[in-house]
């Protein structure tokens, strides 16, 4: 959208459009941005204490978990998963 907002913007121009629109939001506006973030993180660091778990028990021997805790949350916040 930024592109198209601003066609002849360069790469190294893009975060400042970004963080000065982030700046003109009110907390309100931003904390679903931040739910979003720390359910990402929470998910984030269960997907690589998973990965670490298999990597030491040897990747051939272990599968990944078909659900996690959070799955519920992620869907909530984000939205049902892409088939």
């Known amino acids: 959208a930024i592109k198209e907002e601003f ?4 790469w190294k121009d893009i975060p400042r459009v ?5 700046k003109a ?3 309100e506006e ?7 973030y720390n359910v990402l993180m929470r998910q984030y660091k269960i997907d690589a204490a998973a990965y670490d778990a298999r990597k030491e028990a040897s990747l ?4 990944k978990p078909e659900s996690t805790p959070f799955e519920d949350e992620l869907e909530r ?3 049902p998963k892409p088939k």
Not at 18 to 22: D, P, T, Y
Not at 30 to 36: G, L, N, S, T
């Open 7 to 10: 066609p002849g913007i360069t």
């Open 18 to 22: 970004v963080n000065s629109r982030w």
């Open 25 to 27: 939001l009110s907390e």
């Open 30 to 36: 931003r904390q679903p941005f931040k739910d979003r």
């Open 60 to 63: 051939s021997t272990c599968s």
């Open 77 to 79: 916040v984000l939205g």
